[in-house]
């Protein structure tokens, strides 16, 4: 095996530690070896944006609205771009126009931290002209090049973009405006709130918002709070009377004059999700299932007092926070037998109960923040069965159909006793060997629907909405060798009322 060594001249400037923002300005000249151009003069002078057309530039950039917990977050990153000299501060930006793209967060890849965006998309899009086409060359490719033998090995530079130099008079096309505070339009904002309007005025302006609202992805949920205020005044019915928006219900109309939260667009696209997540509440505790995985709860005292349609609702919650390093930026189906919790869901809250829609809030933030796209849909409660045991720890569930032991024992005389019981738990199980729907260590298996019944000398009693899946398994999976037994109150002469 042949091995090669490329040996690199000496450097013209001596390589130093330096942050790393235009780190490579420095030492362009080392570069030079290399005979090409191109290189050289973007690390001597700067990367030159390719301007198609001339950007508006303008003095006075409008800021996003930002959480408490956002300027935070968004704080830090500035602080670490600025270490690094990444980014620098405009220190007159009401004497130097420039273009002014927003800025956002996302969780990271992998991790429940955050990372902030500096979204030029539509600047790109606008003004620059189309990049020239390319096709990376792929691993395949490169593999049917390598000889029997031979390494591969990968590099990843830290922050490697940020050591290419951005051309001086290209920079004012490439900022961003925080302000870490209220800006000037929020306080505009503000005093125009503070303005009385009739009834008439607020039914059309809520009007006009309605009509927005699923163009938006939070525009619903942000309307419940003003529509929940309104509804007294609404059942007077006297268009002419005039009042305030109380303080705390400010920041819910304000959140429409954010560019970002109107403009952003949402997806038109049929939902197609990739984790469905099965939930159930009792008024004992709450429990839920994701693929294969199960985890529960029980209620404290004060949270039995409380309705069980918001029992339901913090048991989404607390899945959903449970499973969050597995859920992030995923599309999320819940499942539940709740139908006020699905109405609430698709619907994005509820003017009816204040407590249900402060949830609906919670939700929607840990959803939103996470990358996490949610739906719901309903499941009827005989099929729920696994989240409703874990929802009753140590109770048999409502869903436990039996058949009267005496009933069972009448069966078994005139055909035989079988071996197996395939739909019970360990509240009604009426042989010692069972198929539970739930995780049960005292179980056979689990999930009768998921096994093979070929050959299996089994009793079958399943809840009513599972008979036909039942009969169609015992159809096609069925032999002349197999022994099937499956109970028929009229086959065993068993009246109605034997059955418990």
């Not at 404290?300 to 992030?328: K, Y």
């Not at 409502?398 to 738990?425: K, N, S, Y």
């Amino acid at each position: 095996m042949d091995y090669y060594d490329w040996d690199l001249p000496p450097p013209v400037v001596p390589v130093h530690p330096t942050p790393v923002g235009g780190r490579l300005e420095i030492f362009w000249a080392n570069w030079t070896f290399l005979e090409d151009p191109f290189v050289c003069k973007i690390l001597r002078a700067g990367y030159k944006l390719p301007l198609a057309r001339a950007p508006p530039l303008t003095t006075t950039p409008r800021s996003r609205v930002y959480s408490i917990d956002q300027q935070v977050l968004i704080l830090e990153n500035i602080n670490i771009l600025l270490t690094k000299h990444a980014i620098e501060i405009v220190s007159e930006p009401h004497h130097s126009p420039g273009f002014y793209s927003p800025i956002f967060l996302i969780p990271k890849k992998g991790s429940t931290k955050m990372r902030m965006i500096h979204n030029m998309a539509s600047f790109n899009n606008l003004y620059l002209a189309e990049p020239p086409h390319f096709r990376m060359t792929s691993l395949d490719q490169i593999r049917a090049k390598l000889s029997p033998g031979a390494w591969m090995a990968s590099l990843d530079l830290q922050d490697a973009y940020l050591h290419v130099p951005v051309f001086p008079r290209h920079r004012k096309f490439l900022r961003f405006i925080f302000n870490g505070g209220p800006s000037r339009s929020m306080a505009e904002d503000s005093r125009a709130l503070s303005l009385p309007l009739t009834l008439r005025e607020w039914q059309s302006l809520l009007g006009l918002l309605t009509s927005a609202q699923d163009l938006t992805l939070r525009g619903r949920l942000m309307l419940r709070p003003l529509q929940r205020f309104l509804l007294p005044f609404i059942r007077e019915n006297d268009l002419q009377s005039s009042f305030l928006l109380p303080p705390h219900l400010h920041q819910y109309l304000r959140w429409w004059t954010v560019e970002w939260n109107v403009c952003a667009g949402v997806c038109l696209t049929s939902f197609n999700h990739n984790h469905e997540l099965f939930v159930d509440a009792s008024l004992l505790g709450w429990g839920a299932h994701l693929n294969g995985q199960t985890t529960s709860g029980l209620w404290s005292d004060a949270e039995r007092e409380w309705h069980i349609n918001n029992l339901e609702m913090q048991a989404v919650i607390l899945a959903v926070r449970h499973w969050l390093p597995v859920l992030t930026n995923s599309r999320l189906l819940v499942a539940s037998d709740n139908s006020t919790v699905v109405w609430v869901i698709h619907n994005q809250g509820t003017t009816r109960s204040k407590q249900l829609l402060d949830q609906m809030f919670l939700l929607a933030d840990l959803v939103d923040s996470n990358g996490i796209v949610i739906a719901a849909r309903h499941i009827p409660g005989c099929k729920n069965i696994l989240a409703d045991a874990l929802s009753r720890p140590g109770k048999p569930s409502p869903t436990e159909w039996m058949l009267h032991p005496d009933a069972f024992r009448q069966i078994c005389w005139q055909l035989g006793r079988p071996l197996v019981d395939l739909f019970a738990t360990s509240f009604n199980h009426q042989l010692p060997t069972y198929v539970s729907p739930v995780p049960d260590p005292q179980a056979w298996a689990v999930d009768a629907m998921s096994l093979s019944w070929e050959g299996l000398d089994a009793y079958a009693f399943p809840p009513p909405i599972l008979l036909s899946d039942c009969v169609e398994n015992r159809k096609y999976g069925s032999s002349d060798n197999s022994d099937y037994r499956v109970s028929k109150c009229c086959d065993a002469n068993v009246q109605k009322d034997d059955i418990g």
